[in-house]
């Protein structure tokens, strides 16, 4: 059976820093790459960063320079650093366990969520 389990998220001021983590369960965390995604309320789910199997990463407009994403793969576990947080990073957070060829392609691998609010 495989899982994802996000943490980190929380309230936090504009201008701070949180990290997310999504731990893997399973033996297949090596095969896929992995990808963090957002949703506001009333707002489509949008594709926030990227990190592929060779390490390779790619990040939203709108996060570039202020999120970074990385993995350890001994703890089976992928990270969004955030930096800088603004009013429009508040959303649920999910973690999800794709493809990528010439673009990213999600499966059905996802992660329950976690909330981060940026509010003064």
């Known amino acids: 059976q495989v899982q994802l389990v996000e943490s980190g998220g929380g309230l936090v001021q504009p201008g701070g820093s949180l990290r997310l983590s999504c731990t893997v369960s399973g033996s297949i965390f090596s095969i896929y790459a992995v990808a963090w995604y957002r949703q506001a309320p009333g707002k489509q789910r949008e594709l926030v960063a990227i990190?592929?199997?060779?390490?390779?990463?790619n990040y939203a407009d709108s996060v570039q320079d202020r999120f970074t994403i990385s993995r350890d793969t001994a703890k089976k576990t992928v990270y969004l650093q955030m930096n800088s947080l603004k009013l429009e990073d508040t959303a649920v957070y999910y973690c999800?366990?794709?493809?990528?060829?010439?673009?990213?392609?999600?499966?059905?691998?996802w992660g329950q969520g976690t909330q981060v609010t940026v509010s003064s």
């Open positions: 990190i592929r199997t060779v390490g390779a990463t």
């Open positions: 999800n366990l794709g493809t990528y060829a010439n673009g990213y392609s999600p499966t059905a691998y």
